[in-house]
């Protein structure tokens, strides 16, 4: 095209395992032998001689060095990075930073495909995942019936830290590999379940396999829109199953996208919005400190610990919150400015969705679709309960549901040449 200025990599970005230069094809090597400038942990540096080039080991946190590393532009700068770093590695982050153009990327193989050669796992029907730096709990919704895990631990800790949880949960015959130095010399595997975990000598560098086995007591969540109420704290005002189930379908959660929950309760759909699909984001907006509490632990119970809560009261607590993808407004609809602040801070091809039970909060609803449009639905769910010796239905309050979609910006025809 016309303009365009060719841009010659300066950065270049090495998968490294533990079999060190000897693992690297001529092409990596002679990066690695031309920079000016390694950049690596420790351990990575120590794999090359000595050799007159400058050395940057990395800091915690990376912020610094990331600056430091974009800051050298102009020189041959080489990082150093354990298997594929590109998988929950480095790369990850100097992407969001520096242009690919400037970038030569070189990953090696990964913990991952090493520890499925070595299973025989096939790779593609493989959960993956990382606990660096995250906490356990983001294993919860992974735990099913016949799931195959690979998780790339924090740590030595971190084995006995899921067989504990996988304990807890009922999966305890759950089977366990730890994989430890793959492609090194000190390369070791050991195995055992989750009920009998009892080593306490593993090496801080691991993978972790686990073949979930669901026990007579395990607890199935499923990923699905609509867990049981019971599966939530909760002090009774929540989304129940059903209406919860039929809202998210509303909000057709989309990996990677924003979800506000406005006036979130015990947190049950941005709980669930993020269970959905991978990389799912929310942030529960509630007002009252004791549901806040009720979020927060279960968010921990669920899988979802890195959901955002945030205090305060719609509309003012929305100010300076990142653009949703999609709105759930559960609390505080019978407030129109709630509403309309809502549908502002909204994306263009977004999704708002609303529930109502007062007549208030009906009447709004009523009168924002009069004005806007979009689609309102009349929900009435009963349960059957016990009436003496026998059984009958008894109704949930009716719900009025609304969904509408943003419009989309109109594209402008692309310029000719």
Not at 71 to 93: E, F, H, K, M
Not at 148 to 166: F, M, N, Q, W, Y
Not at 296 to 317: D, F
Request: aromatic share 4%; with cysteine; net charge negative.
């Amino acid at each position: 095209m016309a303009g365009k200025t060719e841009v010659s990599p300066w950065l270049s970005l090495i998968g490294i395992g533990e079999d060190g230069l000897d693992g690297l094809t001529p092409a990596a090597r002679r990066l690695v032998d031309d920079a000016e400038v390694l950049v690596g942990g420790e351990r990575h540096l120590a794999m090359v001689p000595p050799d007159g080039q400058e050395r940057l080991a990395w800091p915690s946190p990376l912020t610094a060095l990331l600056d430091e590393i974009e800051g050298r532009r102009g020189q041959r700068v080489c990082v150093l990075a354990t298997g594929d770093p590109l998988w929950y590695g480095i790369g990850v982050s100097l992407l969001k930073r520096i242009p690919r153009a400037e970038m030569t990327l070189l990953p090696g193989l990964s913990a991952f495909a090493l520890a499925a050669a070595r299973l025989g796992w096939p790779l593609a029907e493989v959960q993956t995942l990382t606990l660096h730096g995250r906490p356990v709990a983001l294993l919860q919704s992974t735990i099913q019936p016949g799931a195959r895990l690979l998780i790339l631990s924090e740590g030595a800790e971190t084995p006995a830290a899921v067989a504990a949880l996988l304990c807890e949960r009922g999966y305890g015959e759950s089977r366990m590999v730890v994989l430890e130095h793959m492609e090194g010399t000190d390369e070791r595997r050991l195995e055992g379940t989750a009920e009998s975990w009892r080593v306490n000598d593993v090496a801080a560098l691991n993978t972790l396999a686990v073949d979930c086995i669901a026990g007579p007591a395990a607890t199935l969540l499923p990923t699905t829109p609509g867990l049981p109420d019971e599966a939530f704290r909760h002090d009774g005002q929540m989304t129940k199953r059903e209406m919860r189930a039929v809202t998210l379908a509303s909000l057709a959660p989309v990996a990677g996208q924003l979800l506000w929950d406005v006036g979130a309760g015990c947190g049950s759909v941005a709980i669930e919005w993020m269970r959905a699909v991978p990389r799912s984001r929310a942030i529960a907006i509630e007002r009252k400190a004791e549901r806040r509490a009720m979020i927060a632990e279960n968010a921990e119970a669920l899988g979802t610990p890195m959901l955002e809560i945030v205090a305060g009261e719609a509309p003012a607590a929305l100010a300076g919150l990142e653009a949703p993808d999609a709105v759930f407004i559960g609390g505080g609809v019978s407030s129109r400015d709630v509403i309309e602040a809502c549908w502002a801070a909204l994306k263009p091809g977004g999704r708002m969705v609303a529930n109502a039970v007062t007549l208030e909060g009906e009447q709004a609803l009523l009168a924002w679709q009069q004005r806007e449009g979009g689609a309102l639905s009349r929900l009435s769910v009963s349960r059957a309960e016990a009436v003496g010796p026998f059984q009958g239905w008894r109704p949930m309050m009716p719900v009025t549901h609304y969904a509408k979609t943003k419009a989309r910006a109109a594209q402008r025809p692309a310029d000719t040449p």
